[in-house]
């Protein structure tokens, strides 16, 4: 009788510590899914948000009233896409970094092709140096009162899109090459780069809501 009462209570234990280790598979499976899904919502979001700054930059290109080479396009469509980026942010919407710099890198490479450029160049390189100087130039236009006044010069963005595309510069060359362009050249370009400027940030917030 005792004999068969322990293996009833073996039993038992054993049954109570399978159920434990299931129970403890289903909770860590509906996590995986859990974490899946908003893994998977999360994509989502990003890809329609970016795909929606990529059509606007794909119009961006050619949606500025100076003369410009097909490298200078290219160059507009980068800094399009960044300024896409920082609205994204802006937002509130949830960015997967790395997701997001992979679908940039090949939006470029498609981009490089239909412009007739080398896709064998490395866009992302290029794109993530001319951040910095983009910065500086779009906090330099926030902060002026143009049209009021005429004190902003886009000077980092006429280097990039006109007077040297696709090119990267070291600190001490950029400034040399910065300071060598004619104001009157700053003063024709900075219509048109604000025109674009204005146009890309409401069409962006539009498309991204």
Known sequence: MEFFYLISIT??????????IINHKIKRIRKQKENYSNHSKKSDNINHSLKSVFTVAEKGMYNIDFPISQE???EIAMFDIWVGTMLMKEQHINIDYKLMQNKIEEYLKQTALKLGLPVE????MTYIFREEGWEHDVMGLIHSDYPQT???LPAYMYLCIVAHPLLVFDEETTEKKLSEIPTY????????FCEHYSWLVKTIIKSIK
């Open 150 to 152: 005429k004190q902003f």
């Open 72 to 74: 200078g396009r290219f």
């Open 185 to 192: 050249e700053l003063c024709e370009f900075l219509g048109p």
């Open 11 to 20: 039993t038992l234990i054993i049954l109570f510590i399978m159920f434990i």
């Open 121 to 124: 160049k490395k866009y992302m």
